[in-house]
Each structure stands twice: as structure tokens, then as C-alpha cells.
């Protein structure tokens, strides 16, 4: 006769990809280029730990794919792009209908984000003395592969109309917008928030990322997503551990162990010809793959 057990067990978690189809981007209305894929915005909220009643920022908000799974977790949602037209104009679809960010917030009967501004990440709008507003920062900072980084850049021209007047931009390298998101995640995460951000990389390059954290934030996750032969990106998550001090800070930046990008360039080493990088030794450390450079 065999003997019957009985195990206990606490139930941790229980998947639930039905989320998944629900918010795909096929069924949205309003999308980009740029748009984050559904189970990876989920991913990043995750990481993030986002949470019934979280205040969430995306500097980089776009169509807004983050804020949405943000938003299906119940946390209260804000968002900023240097692109007044992304927030301001929207587009028309195929039907003739324009539509906007707002409406893939009220196709899913979820809360609409508390506000969407155009703001340049390099300049950010907040008052100097307002600090530890947000629960989390979830963002996917433009590095100069399907989109690239733009500032503000003040040009002495005269405004003919203040309501379609778009302002002058340039150049926003990526380690630019590094120093500015964690600057940004340092002042204004509240003690215990997360900042949750893609970093670009190069797969047999960067197989251990320096990141050595700002001195607010301490690492959580380094997970690499590999997207081709050429390059990868990773998922960074860092938490806020101590209060924003501007003196501990500004040391941090200008010493050679601050966290910065793995490549400068992620622009040229996707792009660049397999003969030009072999020339130029850029890329003489990969190797060879079905012809391919890996």
C-alpha cells in the first residue's frame, strides 16, 4: 500500500498572458515607430515594481505604450516628449479619424495619465526645490537607432504663431540623456523607487557592462535583450537608496567611474558596412557567423 502525502504551499504567483493580447499593438489605435512592444512595457513595469496607486514618469513617453501597463497596474500616470506633435497632434488613420495618445488610454477603460507635456529631458521643468515626487521612472531613452535623441537649442528667429510654432532641436547624444536620467532619477525618485531604462550594447563586447551606480542608486537587474548580430540593449534597473545629495552627485559625474554607455555610437556600429568595420578594426574582435559579423 502506498502512502498518500499531502504537500502545502503558499500560491507566489500565477501568470496571466491574457494581458498580453488585450493591449497588443495591433489593437491600438495610436502607434509610432518607436512604440514599446506590449510584453516588454509589461516587463519593465514589473521591474519597476509598479503598484495600485504609484505615481509613474516616462520622460520619453512617445504613444505612451509604457504608461499603459503602468496604468493597467492602477498607478497614476505622467508623461513628457520633446515632440509636441506625438502629444499635441496626433495622427489620422486609415479611417480618416485622428487619433491620439488619450485614445489608447480610453479604448482600454483605463485612468488617463494625470498629464502629458512637451518637455526636453535635458532641461527638465520641475521647480528646483521639488524633490522624491515620483514611485517610479520607466523610460526607453532614444539612442540613435530608429530615433534619435533631440534638445532644445535656443535660435534667434521670430515666432509667427505660438500655437503651431515648434521648437528648434539638436543633437542629443546618449550619454547626454545617461547623466540627465539619472540625474532626474536621484532628485526626484521618492527613497526606495526604481528607475527603469533600456541600455544599448554590443553583443561579445559588452558581456559585463560597467555599471557602476550613480551614488543615489544602487544596481537591481542587468538583463540583455540580444535584437541582432550587431547590437543588443539592456534592461537596467536601479533604486533609489539614499537622499539626493547635489555635492555627492556632481563628484559621481566627474569621475571616470560614473555609469556610461557601452558604446558611444550605437548609430555607427549597427549601420556600418562589414568591410568598413573590418578596415577601421572597430569590429576586428567579432566573429564570424553564416557571413555575418557576431
Not at 39 to 60: I, R, S, T
Not at 159 to 186: G, Q, R, V
Not at 211 to 233: D, G, I, K, W
Request: net charge positive; charged share 25%; glycine share 8%.
Amino acid at each position: 500500500m502506498v502512502s498518500q502525502r499531502i504537500y502545502f504551499g503558499r500560491d507566489v504567483a500565477c501568470s496571466d498572458r491574457s494581458v498580453i493580447h488585450k493591449y497588443g499593438l495591433p489593437r491600438r489605435q495610436y502607434l509610432g515607430p518607436t512604440s514599446m512592444d506590449t510584453e516588454m512595457a509589461f516587463l519593465m513595469c514589473n521591474q519597476g515594481q509598479v503598484k495600485k496607486g504609484d505615481f509613474v514618469y516616462d520622460p520619453f513617453v512617445g504613444t505612451g505604450s509604457i504608461l499603459v501597463a503602468a496604468s493597467h497596474y492602477g498607478a497614476h500616470t505622467f508623461g513628457a516628449d520633446i515632440d509636441i506633435r506625438i502629444i499635441r497632434d496626433g495622427k489620422v488613420n486609415k479611417a480618416g479619424k485622428r487619433t491620439d495618445v488619450w485614445d489608447n488610454f480610453r479604448d482600454y477603460d483605463l485612468m488617463s495619465p494625470v498629464g502629458l507635456m512637451r518637455a526636453d529631458a535635458h532641461r527638465p521643468p520641475f521647480r528646483a526645490n521639488l524633490q522624491d515626487i515620483f514611485d517610479a521612472i520607466i523610460c526607453d531613452p532614444p539612442y540613435g537607432v530608429r530615433a534619435g535623441g533631440k534638445k532644445s537649442v535656443a535660435k534667434s528667429h521670430k515666432i509667427t504663431c505660438a500655437e503651431t510654432h515648434i521648437p528648434s532641436t539638436d543633437a542629443y547624444t546618449f550619454e547626454e540623456c545617461l547623466k540627465d536620467l539619472l540625474h532626474l532619477a536621484a532628485k526626484h525618485l521618492k527613497l526606495g523607487g526604481r528607475l527603469v531604462f533600456f541600455l544599448p550594447s554590443v553583443p561579445g563586447v559588452d558581456k559585463a557592462v560597467k555599471t557602476t551606480a550613480h551614488p543615489m542608486l544602487a544596481m537591481v537587474a542587468n538583463c540583455e535583450q540580444p535584437l541582432t548580430t550587431r547590437y543588443s540593449r539592456r534592461l537596467i534597473t536601479l533604486q533609489k537608496v539614499q537622499p539626493y545629495n547635489a555635492e555627492l552627485e556632481q563628484l559621481a559625474l566627474s569621475s571616470e567611474q560614473s555609469l556610461r554607455p557601452p558604446t558611444k555610437s550605437i548609430h555607427e556600429v549597427v549601420y556600418e558596412s562589414q568591410s568598413k568595420a573590418q578596415e577601421s578594426g572597430g569590429a576586428s574582435h567579432l566573429q564570424r557567423y553564416r557571413g555575418k559579423l557576431v
